[in-house]
């Protein structure tokens, strides 16, 4: 799948769906037939250094292994799969220590959140609802709809799409940046749609033609694996696909084994004043350890016949 995240105007859009109840205080499932395949944490309880906002934990595979970790203790704010950005408009939408041109990382008190506000569509495989990207004060930085489904690709194997549009206020444009782009070097360009992984030792990263961390990190490789055994004993693989223009693939194995559609790796995007940026991402959650041309044969079974 492509994703498209150069800004375009913002137009009336399709006419709004009527809001679904709320829900009770339970988070919502995601399923795949009557396998249970992810649940998302709506409003998670958490200290707003590690940057609030809905997350999808654990994610598992259709055999059960768990694919997602959350609150790992090598970076707290991880959590699971989600869309978080460091640098928005100054705003640590992220979580953890914010990267300061010629300091270094630094704790500053400029920690905000990403708020559900209401649901648009709620099923057993697909969610649909609208968010705020808000500052510690509570000014919206950005209004957000993003849809979640989940689909069967074969038994083994599910794919998980991930769409989602950003639309700036009117009258200001808003800027989204990492710590790459504010002086931090190493390819640390992460922040966009982020998932933090789980695996007993290093897991193994590769594209269509190239292998290992270095190679997949900064890249616009048209898919990213990710294979791991996790905690407990369940070998899997995860496909990504979804880089937009101007987006590049953030990868970690060594430090923690994590995967990033990375809006701004080595430069700075703008959502310009009363613009869109739109993103669609697609995660394809297998069982068992897939080669290359294992890949190529799960991407062309999630093709749509």
Same mark, same amino acid.
């Given at each position: ?17 009527? @809001? ?52 790992? @203790? ?53 969610? @649909? ?177």
């Amino acid at each position: 799948m492509t994703g498209h995240p150069h800004p375009v105007p913002a137009g009336p859009g399709p006419a709004p769906t009527r @809001a679904a109840p709320e829900p009770s205080d339970d988070d919502p499932r995601l399923h795949v037939g009557d396998v249970e395949v992810a649940r998302y944490v709506l409003r998670p309880d958490l200290d707003p250094k590690h940057g609030p906002r809905p997350y999808l934990h654990p994610v598992r595979t259709l055999a059960g292994t768990p694919v997602t970790d959350a609150l790992p @203790a090598d970076h707290v704010w991880h959590l699971g799969a989600s869309l978080a950005v460091q640098d928005v408009d100054g705003t640590n939408l992220w979580g953890g220590r914010t990267y300061v041109r010629d300091t270094g990382y630094t704790w500053r008190d400029d920690h905000g959140e990403i708020a559900h506000t209401h649901w648009r569509e709620r099923a057993p495989d697909r969610l @649909a609802h609208a968010l705020q990207w808000r500052d510690r004060a509570g000014r919206v930085l950005l209004t957000e709809h993003r849809r979640l489904a989940a689909s069967p690709v074969a038994p083994d194997a599910w794919a998980l799409d991930v769409d989602y549009t950003l639309t700036a206020p009117a009258g200001r444009d808003v800027h989204l940046g990492s710590p790459a782009t504010n002086g931090r070097p190493g390819g640390a360009g992460y922040g966009g749609f982020f998932w933090r992984a789980i695996a007993d030792g290093e897991p193994v990263t590769f594209t269509a033609d190239a292998d290992g961390e270095q190679a997949a990190n900064g890249s616009a490789a048209r898919w990213v694996a990710l294979t791991g055994v996790a905690p407990g004993g369940g070998a899997y693989t995860l496909v990504f696909t979804g880089l937009g223009l101007g987006d590049r693939w953030f990868v970690r194995t060594a430090m923690y084994p994590g995967v990033c559609v990375a809006f701004a790796f080595d430069r700075p995007a703008v959502v310009p004043a009363g613009g869109r940026r739109t993103g669609r991402h697609r995660v394809l959650v297998a069982d068992g350890v897939r080669d290359r041309a294992g890949v190529t044969a799960l991407l062309a079974a999630a093709e749509p016949q």
